[in-house]
């Protein structure tokens, strides 16, 4: 146990003092030569493993291999896994025995010379390892995204691709994975590359009008040519901009909020849907006040639950607040799940329906709350066969009401049925990363993209007053595409891309 704290406590003093020095040594050398450092880290997640990987980049990679692996060892053959023993090249010491690969530049991920090492996944080799590494000249550990970095600096990736490998990484539901994946793979990038392209054409050709026009060099039409590519690609924009923030949403999970009256069964149900007693169920009205958040997956879709507060009006102070955060969280939901104590309603037997109109009216006042929400009607252990027949015929006649279901949080009756519905409307707020054109995913896209849009504008507002000034509405267009993938500005934009990367990515 000792030797194992004592272990643990070397390896963070190790990492602590090598970030440290990187720290130091990138404040003097801050600028785009920190490539010629060659950068290691360990690219597989901390904690006791299997397996882990350490990652080396830079042009030290082949002297940080042989270093380990002993001089007299040739380098591995490039990208087959090798078996060496590796050794302190001080200490001498037997480190591990394990697979090294080698990529010799500009074929890895880095475009850089680059090498990994797969050792036993204990604290103590993977300490042992870094150490080695550390030791060596010119090695330095590297900074969280600094291989992806490299990689975007190389051109191995444009920043849509950065993206989708960071979501990649973080992805936890099997569309989000998809989506990412496709992104990565460059699908939006080429998009967006595709209209840069015919933005850049467009300008060869309004710039050769401007020049040579008067020498009646240029071909007559060359304008209106000009005008109908602009007018194409500007409602291309459009369209990928009338999304809905579908991609956004699904990248980022699905707000969906469950609300209702007191006592409904909301924190039930949401401890139905999470699998876990996340929030305080008890017979006592108005038990929940703060709004109780759980993620889960709803079929392969990330979905964000809040359980709020029952809706009633109240002198409790703290239970007052609670209702105001319960309002405010279905504001801003993509959907609502207005949970109706199905017992309660039928005191009111000839006007089932119209109950449920007042019950919607009380959670989303008119125009204020998510254009879409879901009818849970709970507690139906409580109805006879009669009771149940007779709400299954009101919802049946009223066509105007959001889509129902019957369901008991108590035995589980009705649930499946509840969360195939659930599924169904998760579904169509999120984009379908297997079909149709790529989404955008995040909201820098789509604040470069309006950028885009209203630069196209001026030059419609110019091309017959002052063609210049027009032009220039063009390439400010095209910059706002450049932006994007990365291609232009991208050092401003890189640590916020960047934000995200852990250590080793
Ligand atoms: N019979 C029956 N009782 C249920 C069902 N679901 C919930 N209850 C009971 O109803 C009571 C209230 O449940 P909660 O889940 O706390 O209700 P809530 O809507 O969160 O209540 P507040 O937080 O007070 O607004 C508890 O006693 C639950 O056990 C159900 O399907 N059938
Ligand atoms: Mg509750």
Excluded at 417 to 437: E, H, I, Y
Aim: aromatic share 4%.
């Amino acid at each position: 146990m000792h030797c194992v704290i004592g272990e643990v406590a070397r390896a963070s003093t190790f990492l602590a003092r090598a970030l440290r020095c990187s720290t130091i040594k990138r404040a003097i050398n801050n600028g785009p030569d920190s490539t010629s450092e060659t950068i290691f880290a360990l690219s597989s997640g901390q904690g006791k493993c299997g397996v882990a990987v350490i990652r080396i980049s830079g042009p030290a990679s082949a002297l940080a291999l042989r270093s380990l692996t002993g001089p007299r060892q040739s380098l591995p053959t490039p990208r087959k896994a090798m078996l060496r023993d590796l050794i302190h090249p001080h200490s001498k010491e037997m480190l591990d025995r394990g697979l090294v690969l080698w990529f010799p530049g500009p074929h890895s991920f880095t475009g850089e010379d680059s090498a990994e090492f797969h050792v036993h996944g204990g604290p103590a080799v993977i300490s042992g390892v870094l150490e080695a590494l550390g030791s060596l000249p010119n090695l330095r550990p590297a900074d969280a995204g600094e291989f992806t970095r490299r990689a975007f600096h190389a051109g191995k990736l444009d920043l849509t691709e950065v993206e989708g490998l960071g979501d990649l990484i973080h992805a936890e539901t099997e569309a989000q994975r998809r989506q990412a994946l496709r992104q990565m793979a460059g699908d939006l990038g080429r998009l967006y590359r595709d209209w840069s392209q015919r933005l850049t054409q467009c300008l060869a050709h309004v710039e050769a009008f401007i020049d040579f026009s008067e020498d009646e060099l240029m071909e007559h039409g060359v304008l209106n040519q000009v005008e109908e590519c602009l007018s194409v690609l500007r409602g291309e924009i459009e369209e990928h901009l009338r999304d809905e923030r579908k991609g956004e949403r699904l990248r980022s999970g699905v707000q969906v909020v469950i609300a209702g009256a007191t006592n409904a069964g909301k924190s039930s149900l949401l401890n139905l849907l999470c699998q876990r007693p996340a929030a305080i169920v008890s017979p006592v009205a108005g038990t929940t006040r703060d709004v109780v958040e759980s993620c889960v997956d709803i079929g392969g879709f990330p979905v964000l639950l809040s359980d709020t507060a029952g809706l009633r009006d109240t002198l409790d102070s703290v239970e007052r607040e609670g209702v105001r955060r319960a309002r405010e969280r279905v504001q801003q939901a993509d959907l609502a799940l207005v949970v109706v104590d199905s017992s309660q309603l039928f005191q009111d037997a000839l006007h089932i329906a119209a109950a449920l109109s007042t019950q919607l009216a009380e959670v989303l006042p008119a125009g204020e709350g998510p254009a879409r929400c879901l009818l849970v009607l709970n507690k139906s252990d409580l109805l006879s066969e009669e009771q149940h027949r007779g709400i299954m015929g009101a919802l049946r006649e009223r066509g105007d009401l959001p889509r129902a279901c019957l369901l008991s949080c108590h035995t589980n009756s009705g649930v499946n049925d509840f969360l195939s519905l659930l599924k169904d409307a998760v579904q169509t707020l999120c984009a379908d990363p297997l079909t149709g054109g790529p989404s955008l995913t995040q909201a820098r896209h789509r604040a470069h993209l309006l950028e885009c849009v209203r630069a196209l504008a001026q030059y419609r507002q110019y091309r017959d007053l002052d063609l210049a000034l027009a032009a220039e509405g063009v390439r400010l267009a095209l910059t706002a595409l450049g932006r994007i993938t990365g291609r232009v500005g991208a050092e401003e934009i890189l640590d916020i891309v960047f934000r995200d990367f852990c250590i080793g990515k």
